[in-house]
C-alpha cells in the first residue's frame, strides 16, 4: 500500500501560479503510477495529468495542457503539479491519485489540496 498526501494548495489570483506537491509513503513510489484529478463545487472529478515512471511519459487534458506540468522526484517520494497561467475554472479540490504499474484503477488517494483562482 501507498500512502499520499497533497501540500501546496491556496488562493491565487488569475493568471498567477501555484506548485502542488504530493508525498508518497509506504510502498516505493515508483511502483505506481501518478495522476492528479480534481473536484469543482457541484461537478464530477475530472483527470488532470498522469505520470507514467517508464519512459516518464506525460499525459494531460485538453483544459490544462501547456499550462501544467507534472513531474515526479523518486529519491524524494514525491510528484508534483506545477500550475501557471491560473483561470478561475481551474478552482477546485486537487487530489493526487496512484496507480500499481500494469493496473487499470487508481487505487490510493491523498486528501485532496483547495486551489482557489480569484478573478
Known amino acids: 500500500q501507498v500512502q499520499l498526501a497533497e501540500s501546496g494548495g491556496g ?3 488569475a493568471g498567477g501560479s501555484l506548485t ?4 508518497a509513503s509506504g510502498r516505493a513510489f515508483n511502483n505506481y503510477d501518478m495522476g492528479w484529478f480534481r473536484q469543482a463545487p457541484g461537478k464530477e472529478r475530472e483527470f488532470v495529468a498522469q505520470l507514467f515512471w ?3 511519459s506525460t499525459y ?6 501547456g499550462r ?6 523518486i529519491a524524494k517520494n514525491t510528484v508534483y503539479l506545477q500550475m501557471n497561467s491560473l483561470k478561475p ?7 493526487c491519485a496512484a496507480r500499481p504499474l500494469m493496473g487499470t484503477n487508481y487505487d490510493y488517494w491523498g486528501q485532496g489540496a483547495q486551489v482557489t483562482v480569484s478573478s
Open 11 to 13: 488562493l491565487v489570483q
Open 20 to 23: 502542488l506537491s504530493c508525498r
Open 54 to 56: 517508464k519512459g516518464r
Open 60 to 65: 494531460y487534458a485538453d483544459s490544462v495542457r
Open 68 to 73: 501544467f506540468t507534472i513531474s515526479g522526484d
Open 89 to 95: 475554472e481551474d478552482t477546485a479540490v486537487y487530489y
